[in-house]
Structures are given as C-alpha cells and as structure tokens.
C-alpha cells in the first residue's frame, strides 16, 4: 500500500489506491476542513501535492493544487501539504458569565418555580435491628419515604455497591441527592455519602451548536451560575452546516466520528470547567441538552439521513431521561440528562429552548416574534392563543461560510466598514484592534449597508459601474470590493458581487419566512409587541444595517431585544426549575411547523426581498428616507 | 522482589516479602483450594515446599507441608508444588433436561398464567408522512400504542440507534419484544428487527448455589426446556460455606475475584449452551436468579459482611429491575433480570424460588414442610394463613466438607454402604462403578445408618469398642471406620469418629430447626401432609436411611417429597410467568423469619438430636423396631 505524507505535520499513513485523500487523513489524525461535508462544493479542503501523482479525475482545480474529497490515491507514494484553514488561527472565545443579564428578569424562574428536578435530603437511617427484617436498602427506602417521597426510589447499582459501609460510617446519618423522573414517577438516587452535605453539587446547561457549543456550570439548587465557556464543535472540520454534516455521517465511520467529535467538544469543556473551579466531575449531577434536531442525532449517534430527505423525518424528537454514563458525558454517570424536545427536522430543541427566555413562553396575548439567525434561521410566530414556527437556510454566509474571507466574529474579524462617499475607500474596524484577517457576518451588513447608502452598490448588491474607485476592480462580468490590504496580493481582503449575492439570499430567506408567516395568519409586523433576536450573530448587530439592508423589518429600534444564546439560557431555566421543563413540553406540543416549501406564495416572497432593502420600497419608509438624503 | 515459583504448572511470580502464599498464588493465576475462606481452619489448601524457606510463624504443620493461607513468603526464592484437590478431580456434571418431572404438575404456571413478562409484536408502522410532525420514534409508539398497550414505553439508546434504519428495511414491517417492568408500569422494548419474527427467543433460568450454578436455556413463550447445565460454582476454591466465603471477600480485590468468579461460571454455562444449540446469545433477553443471600450479594458485587455480623443485614433483599448488560451477564444487555426476592440473611431468592415447587405456594390450609439440605439448611413450614421460615448450619459435611475423603455426589462417590453385621465389612457402591475416590453425603448417612442398624456404633456415634473389626482402627482415642483400599496406606478411604460427630451435628441441627418451628405453632411432624426435600443432596437420599439416623422425622414414606434443584424450577416458573413473580413476592412478604438463635429452647432441642436417631427414641418408632430386629 503508497505511504501517504501530510506536510507540515509530517503524519504518514500507509492506505489502499483509491482512498479518498480526505480519507487517508482522517486515518493519519490529520484535520482538513470539510465545511461542505466533502461534496466538492466549498473549496475549502485544498491541499498542495508536494511530491508523487494522484487520481484528479472526479474534478481537477490544477495538478498541483486540489480538492482533498475529490482526489483519490495512486498506487504511489504522495506527499501532501496541508494548508492551516482560516477558522483556526482565530476565534478564541472569551469565558463570560453568561447571557443571563440580556432576558427580561421577569422571565426567568421566580422562587415559586426555581426548584430543580434534583432535590437534597439529610437522613438518619436506623442501625439494623434484630429481627426487624429490613435490608440497608428497606431502611434507607423507609427514611427516604418518611421525608414525604411519594414516588417509586431507584437505587443504582453502582450506589448499592457504596451502601454498607456509607450508612455505617457516621451511624446511619447520610445526605442524598435523588432526581426526578416525572413522566415515569420515580426519583432515582445520584449520590449518597456519608454525615452532612460536605460538598456542593452542580448541574450543567449546555448549548450543541452547529457552529459553537457552550457549557455553563451551575450551582444547585441555588442556581447561581459558576462559568460558562464555549468552543468551537469540533464537528466544524466536517461540514460547515447541517446538510454538509449529514452529507458526511453518510458513512458509519463517519458518523462514529461526528458522535465522537461533539463529546470531545463537551468532554473538554467539562474538564477546563471543573479544573478552573476545582470541581470534581462526580459532583455533577444533572444536565440539561439543547441543540438543533441533527446536532442531537449526533450527540446520540443516531443516523441523520432522513433529516434531509422528504419528508423530512427524525428517528426522535423528544426524548426519555438517559444517563450521563450511557450518552459517555464525563460528569456522574448517574446523573440524567434532559433533551431539549424539538418541534421537527429543522426546529430543534435549541428553539424550544430559547423562547423561554421570550414573552411567546407567557400567557400574553401580544404577538411576539423569534428569530434565531445562524446557519439556519430559525422563526417563531405567537402568542397565548397559537405558536407557529418555520425554518429557512440562511446558509453560512453570516457565519463566515461561502466567503472566501469570511470568519466569525473573532479577533481579527472586520466588524464594521464605513464607506467614504465620494472615493469609496472602506474604513474598516477590526475586532481586537489587530491587522484584519478576515471578515465576519455584522462586518458584510455593514459593508452592504454602506456601499447602498453611498450608492457603490445598487439594490440588486451589483456596483455602481458610472463611478470610478480605486477599491473596486473589475475582472471580466465580476467585480471586487477590496477591503484591506491591497497592497500585497497575498494577503488582500475583498469580497466579490457574487459574495454579496450570497448575503443578499440570507437576507432574503429570512426576511420573508417571517413575513409569509405573519401573512398566513393575516398580520404585519406592525403588529409586533417584540422581535427577539437570538443567536452568537446577532451580539454584535447594528440594528439599523439590519434594517438598511431589509434583513430585519424597519421597526422602532425599542421593538428590537437581543437576548444572546438563548438556547443556553433556555438550558440553564429548564436546570433550576422542573416547571419550566413542564413548560417548554407544552410549547414543544403547542408549536405548529410550518414548511415553508409547501407555500405557493413564498418563491414570490423570496424574490421580493432579494433587492436592498426590498422590491417593496414603501415597508421600509425610515431606511428608504435615510438612503435618499 | 523474590521469585515464586509454582509446581506442577511451573508458573511464576515475583511477590513482596510478607505475602501469604496464597495470594502469591492468586497473582500467579494458580488455583489453591480455600475451603474455609483463608481462615486457616480446613486444611485444604496445603501446599509443599520443595526449595527455599518460608514464614511459617502463623501455624506450622511441619517445614516442609504448610497451609497457603497462613504461610508468607521470605526475601528469597521458593518453589512450591501445589496438590490437586480431590474435588477438581472428579464432578463433571451430566446434562438433564431438569428437575421438572420431579414437580407436582398441579403446581406449574397453567394455560391462564403461562404468560411470560417477555411479549412479542408484530406491527406496521406508518411510513412518515409530510406534516405529520411525528418522528420514527412517535410512530412506532403510535403503533404499540394501537395494539393496546398502556404502560408508558420505554426504549433504549443502543435500539434507537438502528430504529431508522430497521424501520424502513421493510416498509414499516417490524416485530419487537418488551418486557414489562410492572412495579415501575413501563414496557421496555428489547428487540427490534425487520419484517416477520424470524428468530426464537430465550430465557434462562439460573440458579446460584454456594457450590453449584445451573443455567437452564427456556424457549419464550412457549416455556419448552431446550437444555439445562450444571457446574461447579468457582468460588469454591474460596471458601466452602457461606461465611468462608464472606470472610474470603472482607479484602476489596477478593471481594471483586468472587464477583468475578460466579460470572465466569454462569457465562461459561451460557456460553457452552449457545453453542451447543447454535443460539445467538442476543436471542436470550429474559432471565430469572435465585440464590441465597450472600451468593446475591456476590453477583451483584455487594459487600456481604454484615450478613455474618450480628444482626445479619443483607445490603438488599429484593432488587429492582437490572440489566443483563449492568450485572455483565453474557446475553442481550437489554434484557431485565429478575432477582427473586429474600426473607432474611439467610433465607434467600433460592428459598422463594423453590417453594414455588411446594403446596406451600398454593391456598391449601393443610400444613407442609420444605427443606432444602445443603451446606446451609433451609426450612419452611406453613398453609394458607401463615408461612415461617429459618435457616439452620448443616455445615458442609452433607456435601463432603470438613470430611477428609468427602467428596460431592459425582463419579467415584461411594453413595452407599453395606455393613456385614458380622465382621463389619463393608460393600460400597460407587458412583460410576469406577474405583472409590470418596464418600459423598448420601453415602454418608448410609454408612451411618448401617454401622447404627449393625450395632457398630452407638447411637453417640462411637464405635463398639466391645466388637472387633478388622475395618476399624484406633489410635489413642480416635477411632477410624476403613471404607476402602486398605491394603494402600497411599489411596486409604477412612472416616474418622470426628467426622461421624460432624455430620451427627448436621442432621441435629436440621432435625432440631423442624421440630421447633412446629413447637413455635403448637404442631407436630404428624401434622403435615407432605414433607419437600430439596437441594442437590437430596436426590440420592434413601429416606430410609435418613429417617435411621434421625435427619428427618419417622413418617410414612409417601408423605415425603424430593423436588430436586427447586430452586432452579421456581426460577423456571418465574420465567414462564408474570403471575408467579407476583406470587413470589407476596410468598416473601408472608414469610416470617425466626431466629432460631433468639429461642431459648433451641439448644436443648438440639442437644436431644444429637442422638442416633433422637434422644427421645419415641419419636422415632419404626425406626427403632428395625434397629432393634
């Protein structure tokens, strides 16, 4: 079998003629992006042959330069450089308390219903007595029952292991922590130790991403939060967005691989927590898991083809209460873990958790809007009387995917970009004040919304060809707008009218699920109390781009709440208060799915919001007076 | 570290100075027979040095024979020749189909409670359809749903891993198993595979005794016996009895070896019949065990030491739904088992089990008896208005223990013996018809019955030292009974009065329980209308025999029942039918347990039965009339 080199790791591996080069590196343990999920679509798994020939036959860039999914192995050695991609030289995430103080106070659990499904208790268990015929395990039953447990207890096999000597060593006095399984009537035992409660116990919310996920900590049942930190899923090198993802878990392996690589994510999370805080793992003991519908597929290592193909069916929406041990989190393995219920395929538990930190988890019979904008925008219409929800892919373009320069919001991102009016030159603000690198989602509503107001582009994202900039190059039918850099060819920044198309489809796609939804039920965003905005993007959202470039409706700003990971703080209520999981059941059963497809009217709506900032001028009065002064 | 070196396997260790020899051996991986549980009490773990010196400080026997458990190895290098022991030697167990033709047919599960806690389905899932909302999950519960099932479904994430696959295999088409979890109102499924049931399911039942396991494989439904095997418990080699074995598991890793010990056994039983009947061991998903407390306690990996300590507490008596997979038993892991309850210390599942074989667990209001006669005596008396129950120390001579050529009932077992009135002259029969390698239990207490009925001993157990023999030998005073090969000093089979005292204790301590348990209720042995004899011991009894020697009471012949391993055949019963295991627990429930230790009257009623037959000669008047013919 060829000796397969990668270069700069120097990794090698020995592998059939005929492997996928994408492949023999996944067996050598070297990382090569897959945004695409290895479709040869995005580009971005370029690798240089150094050395030896390879099969270009599936789709040739160059014989030195090509795709590593499409290229396969020659019964030859190869050596192969291996670029470093663009999302790992940035984007650490800072550790933040949390996105607690962006929801409304009066949202979160109040002190009727802050009681965790996780309860305390401190017993005195008898000594054994002759004759009275009672176990360890009757008697620690009976003192559990005497505290008013009305509910089958379950003992852990694990735990019983402990019981002897734990009841005996301070004499029958013992703390236990037991959970709730509701819908099943049993509480089940998670710790049991010996004396008075010496330790504190912990419960974690987590946020699955596609792009990122975010472990917080949280103390119970105070329910104060300890930390929260948050990576990049380390699925990311496998495909940039759902499909892509799918796309690659159509092989068993690798589905093995994606199920092994968001527990890596998690797992490390878990031990920076607990290392910073000196936690030990045991100590935590419940967990509540929110994620899109394919993200939990994953986690779970079920299969997600049929996500993806109509119509559009999950082996599982909502789930019963697995063990920590059996999903392999590295906490108590006791412990349970809650899902997040999802309402379909593409409205995931992430949004059934997120509107709990908005007024459609309320009994208001004010109209409320949701939007969740990542790589799919999630939508959610209601009120007390009906809740409606949708999805649309918005694509990765505001996620930094599909840009040639795209990133996410990280250090070295242009976050922001004036235009000068009369020369066209950008004035760019770069996240962390370095030279840029790249350019993230807010930085292109910027970039757009100030070419149009300055008239460098028109309302179809095409330049203004009457005027002359240096910033702006023409290469055949394509145009160029360069950012920075445009002094050295290697390290120039610009984006392409074909990119801004991307931008101006995202828009588009979200723009007008959330007004065919509000037509269906013969309603305009006039009728709006609020529009939330959800989702790691919109942090850094300047609201009046938004608008400028019709991703948003031309609302009053004061309508506008953006309320962070709301996913995560949704995980984190459902932590501290068992009501709330009631809650978010009933919401998840309440929600109607709404395929957006399926509407004959949604094409005609998509087009009319493929203009800046519609074809329809007059829904957006405000932006159209500011762009006309 | 000095070197260890065992003969005849030659295998080597290199230990601390300070280490018994016996947990050297362990390390090593040589078996040494620890009848006592390490006490250095039984003897049987002699060991010869053949080169080096060791720390015979704790007992000596003599400098060059030692006891492994008390003998620790010296800074320098030792060569050690370990002896078989007699047990390994013989006991191989044949195959039988079971003890079932030994059951009153009356007494087994019925057409109208012949229904296994296992159910089989066979249902057609929708396929998913657009805007149904439902996930694969949704529909199949649907489906189950639809044939009437209305305990809340369980389902397992290994299951749920295949569902979307195996659910659309066949458009839909599927069969499932689930096991019902009754306490908990749950149907767990357990199997779930594509189109018609194509393969049969199993179910074992499993019995645990201190010296034997048994594992009979059970076609579910149906309840057909497709085989039953029988080996050596291998935890023998730790100790013989009960309390050997608990003072064998104070240390943790010995504790984990014992744990270890009886899984290998039952998976190496579950092993030999899947390929004996070429059955794929994910095909078994039931199973029923029962055991005394402490083998319980063991399999579960329970500490057992306050079963021997005042006042003898199990961990557990009755245990909630395990998996196959948790307790590491080698079929389905999805596969519950059920544990069948205790009463006390030492009156365990195997006693609730087997008195499911009895009258005892039906509604009759006529008194009966069960015994089970093993290293532990087990007595149950009762009707329909009360049960009580104790437990009695036979000790292990009825099974060969503390008897020096005691051996089990198994080839080259002298099972019985004739005794020339004349010139005491023994004819044994032995098991086999091979020569005499020992004498087992029923052997035993023919001997003793016909050296009493021959005027050979008294009814003390002494020998006639009035008579001569040329079969009995004095030395000092202890007097031995020649069996067998005395022209061979090398190959001798003699019994010693010692031992004859022994196993005089044993039937007392039996005899004795039954009397007072009747005594407690004001009742006599002529009050019952059957007598169950129980246990491996048993099947070879000549009730004759027994009644001479005063184990069991002067009764008619036909008022005594041998029921054989009833413990495996309740477990059989409990396989084949949900309503048993409801009666089983309310059987446990009823049963009282009296500690015999705790009634003033034992020791008398005890040292009256320390007699050949009884002290009070009118309890036994046909046996007399023979004696004295």
Redesign the interface.
């Known amino acids: 079998m060829p000796l397969i080199t990668f270069l700069p790791s120097e990794k090698t591996v020995d592998v059939k003629a005929g492997t996928e080069i994408s492949d023999a590196a996944r067996y050598a343990g070297v990382d090569i992006a897959a945004p695409c999920g290895g479709e040869g679509t995005c580009g971005k798994c370029i690798i240089e042959i150094k050395s030896g020939n390879a099969d270009f036959s599936s789709i040739t860039i160059d014989k030195k330069y090509n795709l590593a999914c499409k290229t396969k192995v020659l019964d030859e050695p190869l050596t192969i450089f291996v670029p470093e991609p663009i999302e790992s030289k940035n984007g650490k995430f800072s550790d933040s308390l949390s996105d607690i103080d962006l929801i409304d106070p009066a949202l979160l659990p109040d002190e009727n219903n802050r009681k965790p499904v996780i309860s305390f208790y401190e017993v005195n268990v008898p000594l054994?007595?002759?004759?009275?015929?009672?176990?360890?395990?009757?008697r620690l039953f009976r003192s559990l029952k005497d505290t008013g447990i009305t509910e089958?207890i379950?003992?852990p096999?694990s735990l019983?292991?402990s019981?002897?000597?734990i009841i005996?060593e301070k004499e029958g006095h013992i703390n236990l922590t037991l959970s709730l399984k509701r819908?099943?009537?049993?509480q089940k035992i998670i710790t049991i130790e010996p004396g008075k409660k010496t330790s504190s116990k912990y419960g974690l919310a987590i946020d699955i991403g596609t792009t990122t996920i975010a472990v917080q900590l949280v103390l119970l049942p105070a329910g104060k939060i300890i930390s929260t930190k948050t990576e990049y899923n380390k699925q990311v090198k496998c495909g940039l967005d759902i499909i892509s993802r799918i796309n690659y878990a159509l092989k068993p392996e690798r589905l093995e691989e994606l199920h092994r690589l968001v527990l890596e994510t998690i797992n490390t999370l878990i031990s920076d927590i607990c290392s910073t805080h000196k936690i030990n793992k045991q100590n935590i003991i419940d967990n509540v898991i929110s994620g899109n519908t394919t993200m939990i597929h994953l986690l779970?290592?079920?299969?997600p083809?049929?996500i993806r193909l109509?119509?559009y069916?999950?082996?599982?929406?909502h789930a019963?209460h697995?063990c920590a041990g059996?999903?392999k989190l590295n906490i108590n393995p006791e412990g349970l873990t809650w899902l997040s219920p999802a309402?379909?395929s593409y409205v995931g538990g992430d949004i059934t958790s997120g509107i709990l930190c908005t007024k459609l988890a309320t009994d208001t019979d004010q109209l409320n809007l949701f939007i969740d904008i990542g790589t799919n925008g999630e939508i959610v219409l209601g009120n007390h009387d009906f809740i409606m929800t949708c999805a649309c892919s918005a694509g990765p373009a505001f996620e930094g995917g599909g840009i040639k320069f795209g990133m996410r919001a990280a250090s070295g991102a242009i976050e922001n970009v004036n235009i000068d009016p009369e020369t066209g030159k950008p004035d760019c603000l770069v996240i962390g004040n370095t030279s840029p690198a790249g350019i993230c989602g807010t930085g292109m509503i910027s970039l757009l919304a100030n070419l149009l107001k300055t008239d460098w582009i028109d309302p179809n994202g095409k330049f203004n060809r009457e005027k002359h900039s240096d910033h702006i190059k023409t290469e055949g039918k394509q145009a160029f707008f360069i950012l920075a850099n445009d002094d050295d060819p290697d390290k120039i920044i610009c984006i392409s009218e074909q990119e801004i198309d991307n931008i101006i489809r995202a828009k588009a796609a979200i723009y007008s699920a959330c007004s065919l939804m509000l037509k269906q039920v013969e309603l305009t965003f006039n009728d709006l109390e609020s529009i939330y905005i959800a989702g790691g993007f919109g942090r850094f959202l300047n609201i009046e781009n938004a608008k400028t470039i019709g991703l948003i409706p031309d609302l009053p700003k004061e309508k506008f709440k953006y309320i962070g990971n709301s996913s995560l703080m949704g995980s984190y209520m459902l932590l501290v208060s068992q009501s709330f999981r009631e809650r978010q059941s009933q919401l998840a059963n309440k929600m109607t799915?709404i395929?957006l497809g399926?509407d004959p009217d949604y094409m005609n709506q998509y087009s009319a919001a493929l203009f800046l900032p519609h074809t329809d001028s007059g829904l957006f009065p405000n932006v159209m007076s500011n762009i006309n002064k």
């Open positions: 054994p007595q002759n004759e009275d015929g009672l176990s360890d395990l009757d089958t379950q003992m096999l019983l292991r019981l002897t000597n005996r819908n099943e009537n049993i779970l290592g079920l299969i083809e049929y109509e119509p069916t999950p082996t599982l929406l019963s697995y059996d999903l309402v379909g799915y395929d399926l």
